[in-house]
Structures are given as structure tokens and as C-alpha cells.
């Protein structure tokens, strides 16, 4: 056994334990972690397997934003998970079963797959470059279009989902800032002219007798 050898079989028995402790880990900052875990340690497989494009993407997006983007979230809510938890060892032979089976599945069918000769399937150019030289060649000639269109869609995607959480309530009430800053002074105060003094009231005559 050699050394990626060794390093496969380490990584993918990490990989094997943080999956486990994601769904059995009681407090769910800690199970975010393990997902974070595992996802770095698949990263590591997939260096070994000489798909550096897939690890740095998985570790750049998965384990620097999306997880821990989720971490945020997960402390912010403090979610009480127990009783979401209830009756899961009860369910777990029937998932563990159903899970034993689905890798089942994918082992048969990707068995054919890795019986095809290495060396028939690359060719000496794209060795020599690289895989994400490699890729990023394929993706800005050949598939340069369905790129675009691919843009195009997630930019609208995204523009469509500004205006959907931009939509005025009724119920909430808000200031715009750019009134507040474009406002003067003539129109908050408005000067009125009055006189300096006011003459005080007459008072009314009084005769001999008291009455007026």
C-alpha cells in the first residue's frame, strides 16, 4: 500500500464518521460542523483522485459560504430538535437498510465504469495541461453558449428574486432614505410675520355707581 492509498482510505473512513455524526449529533451546531468535515474531507478524496476543480469548488462554495452561511442561521434560530428527534432510533434499522441498498445500486452501476482503460479515455494534451486548464478550455469553446444561456438564467433567477422580497407591506412601516437626504430646511420650518408687541385690551369704563 502506498501513500495516496493510505491517505484514500484515512479520508474516506473521516468522511464515513462525520456523515454518520451529522444525523445523530443531538445539537445541530455540532452536526453542521461534522457536515463541514465531511465535506472537507471529501475534498481531500477528490484532490487524490487528481479532480482538483471539484475539491476547490467544493471547499470554496460548500465550506466557506453555504455552511457557513448555515452555521449563522442554525446559532441565530436556536432550534430545540428534540422533538424532531423523537422516534429516529425506532426508524433506523428500516433507513439503514434502505441506505445499504441505495449504495448497493450505485456501486453496481458505476462498477462498469471503472473496468474502462484510463489511458483510451485521456488523451496526452490534457494531461499535460491540467484538469481545470483542461475544463476551463471546454467550457469558454465548446460549451460557451450553454454557459451564457446558464448566466442569463441564474441572472434572472436572481433579479426575479430581489423583486418578489422588495414588494411593499402593509403591515410594516419604513423610511426612504433619499427623501430624508434631498430634504431643506424650507421644508421642515415655515416662517410667519408677526407683530413685535400686541397692545393689551381696553378695559371696559366703570361709572359712580360701580356698574359699567
Known sequence: MNTI???????????????FLVITSRNTVHATLYLV???????????LLQAEFLAITLVLVYVGAVMVLFLFVVMMLDINTDSMREGFWANFPLAGFVGVLIALEIALVMKAGFNLPVARAMEPAVVKMGNTHALGVQIYTQYL?????????LLVA??????????????????NPGEQVRVKASDRLRMVQMPATIEAPSLPKTTEGGQA
Not at 8 to 18: C, D, G, H, I
Not at 37 to 47: R, T
Open 158 to 175: 436572481m433579479v426575479s428574486a430581489i423583486a418578489l422580497t422588495l414588494r411593499k407591506r402593509k403591515d410594516s412601516k419604513s423610511q
Open 5 to 19: 492509498s493510505a491517505l484514500f482510505y484515512l479520508f474516506s473512513a473521516v468522511l464515513l464518521v462525520a456523515a
Open 145 to 153: 453558449y450553454p454557459l451564457e444561456v446558464a448566466a442569463v438564467l
Open 37 to 47: 468535515l465531511a465535506f472537507f474531507s471529501a475534498s481531500c478524496v477528490w484532490m
